[in-house]
């Protein structure tokens, strides 16, 4: 015959339990229901059914069970799952901030007062072509182009801290040398108290030019690739048309750079007017200006506007009535995506057209197509008398 209360003592025995402790007893079987350990409240019922301690730990188990247990939930169990979540919410949108930070498009960055650069994102390194850790502690003038003189920042210094902002297109200089045209817009980062802690920046490039409001390289090469992506698909010619003034040093050197620029001006309007609105007239830099035209029926017609506006250049000089005159020298290069699927290959095939048209005596319209464009092929040109 099995003895109950050996069994039962080898079970305080191995737990190190003590029948006279009911409130420990309690405190165990409060945890056993906790813990989701019913067998162990099975066990004790069965087998202390004779023991008033036994009886006792029941009713105080029930009591931490029936009014501890729900207090504890609600007091503590629930508020910490719920800052527990609010947390983790938080952490959440605070990683999809970082993402969104570190993949925008545009250049962010972040400065302390002084200023110096404490954070820059991936496109602001691709934008300015300065890695991570060239500019991380240094001042953002690393980025000064020279353009702008003392007035122009300190100006912008001025506004930043009396209106806590700034917007505006500002020359900025890249790792390369490059001057830029920048978009920028400048936010002082305070404290509850009005204190100022950071400036964050966010910028982007231009892709105008600021002299003629022409759209620049960077714009050009944009537009140029997906037109022949597009016309990879369509099997629709792209015209480009290169255009360099004949002379424009010299006006430079004799009448000035003030001459100079109104006569780059007086050229990118009459390249507007010479196109359609979905052509792209671009400057390129300097005196060299391209257009990009879309969708053209043959690479005749390309020519035909590549002669008027050579027309109109030597139109301006007299209509302005400017101490100087001036020419151009342009090459038509007409092509497809599939022939040139590559945006700088196919403006440098124009600008070589352009250099041929240079070479047969200058002011004058020298074409070229993908299909003519080998070297025992001759370019067509058009000749205009000054």
Known sequence: MINKTKDRDRFFSIYGLSRTSPLFLSFIIASGILAGEYAIMIFLSHHFSQRSNTYVALVDSLILSGFVVPLLYYLYYRPTRRL????HQALQQSQLARDIVANTAEGIMITDTVPHIIYVND??????????????????????????????????????????????????????????????????IKKPTGEITHYAAILSQSFRDRM??????????????TALSLSARTKRRVGILFIDLDGFKAVNDTYGHDVGDRLLQS?????KESVRSSDVPA???????????????????????????????????????????VTASI??????????????????????TMYEAKKKGKNCVVLRTAILDTADQQAKSTKFEE
């Open 267 to 271: 050229v990118g309007i009459s390249l």
């Open 123 to 188: 496109s602001f390194c691709t934008i300015t072509g300065y890695p991570r850790e060239e500019v991380i502690g240094k001042n953002p003038r690393i980025l000064k182009s020279g353009v702008h003189d003392t007035a122009f920042y300190r100006d912008l210094w001025t506004e930043l801290t009396e209106r806590g902002e700034w917007r505006g297109e500002i020359w900025n200089r890249k790792k390369n040398g490059e001057i830029y045209l920048e978009s920028l817009s400048i936010s002082a």
């Open 212 to 225: 003629t409001g022409l759209a620049n390289r960077h714009l050009l090469l944009e537009k140029l690739q």
């Open 84 to 87: 527990v979540s609010s947390l």
């Open 283 to 325: 400057r390129f830099g300097g005196d060299e200006f391209v257009i990009l035209l879309h969708e053209i029926d043959s690479p005749n017609s390309a020519r035909k506007v590549g002669e008027q506006c050579l027309k109109k250049i030597q139109d301006i000089s007299s209509t302005r009535n400017e101490w100087c005159s």
């Open 331 to 352: 090459g038509v290069y007409v092509t497809t995506g599939r022939e040139d699927p590559d945006a700088i290959l196919a403006l440098n095939k124009a600008d070589k």
